[in-house]
């Protein structure tokens, strides 16, 4: 077995622009990206710079105009069946309740209603909402609602864990509280996790290695760096720590101007 869960190799993904279907556009260019069996790897960059497109051609969602994925060394083939992903937007379906949102997974891989009924219990429990089963989407806070997508996510156990900025929308106790729930469920069974984020410090705190993309068009990684911080890790606690603020310095410099790139780009197209 490949020591890599995940790896996406000279992967480039071009689309035919909105406004005129002879004009391609490349959003992703000559871009490796590997993540280790166990391995939890950040993915930070400029706004529109196509982090979300990478994660998924990582998820079989989306096929790349080229380049190869593969899983485990296994080239990947349509839908990504060992992985599992959460989303930044909301998606629970508003008519099922919370442990009903959580075991639909599960019936669709025709586990037996009770056993996949007891796994969605046990799932929202580890992520502090036993009890809260019979609540619907409406129901519950935006925390709770992020939760119950996490648990959603994990209660099929895969092997690979995507994230697309999942916890953009919190406030900030929230969101830590919720940056350390993922660290905690990481901790005891260390899936790869391909972590997409805005926010450089959410980044080096709960990773291994983080990843910047330059600004877009054809946004390709520019920058690596290992996350040599002692685990386990609070992300509120661990940002005192000098050797943080030099990670958080040295990732900066590289990520600077690409994020100014990025906001004359958005400024471009509204103006």
Request: proline fraction near 4%.
């Amino acid at each position: 077995m490949s020591d890599h869960a995940l790896e996406l190799l000279d992967i480039i993904c071009t689309f035919r622009a909105k406004d005129d279907a002879r004009q391609r556009y490349t959003a992703v260019a000559d871009t490796t990206l590997r993540v280790g069996a166990g391995e939890f790897v950040s993915v930070v960059g400029p706004t529109g710079c196509g982090k979300s497109t990478l994660l998924n051609v990582a998820a079989g969602l989306l096929a790349p105009s080229s380049g190869t994925v593969r899983v485990f060394g296994q080239p990947l083939a349509g839908i990504n069946a060992r992985a599992g992903y959460m989303f930044q937007t909301e998606a629970l379906m508003p008519w099922r309740s919370a442990i009903d949102n959580v075991l639909v997974g599960l019936q669709y891989r025709g586990v037996p209603e009770r056993e996949a009924r007891a796994q969605a219990e046990q799932w929202l429990a580890r992520v502090g909402l036993a009890g809260f089963g019979d609540r619907y989407p409406h129901q519950l806070s935006g925390g709770m609602r992020k939760r119950t997508a996490l648990a959603q996510t994990l209660a099929l156990d895969p092997d690979i864990i995507l994230m697309d900025e999942p916890f953009s929308a919190l406030d900030i106790q929230t969101r830590q509280l919720m940056e350390n729930e993922v660290l905690d469920l990481w901790a005891a069974r260390r899936k790869a996790v391909l972590f997409i984020t805005h926010d450089l410090d959410e980044a080096i705190a709960m990773s291994d290695r983080v990843v910047v993309l330059s600004a877009g068009p054809a946004t390709h990684p520019i920058g690596e760096f290992t996350i040599d911080l002692a685990r386990p890790r609070n992300v509120a606690e661990v940002r005192m720590q000098p050797r943080f603020v030099e990670l958080h310095t040295q990732i900066w410099d590289v990520l600077r101007e690409e994020v100014l790139k990025g906001y004359a780009q958005q400024l471009k197209k509204a103006a």
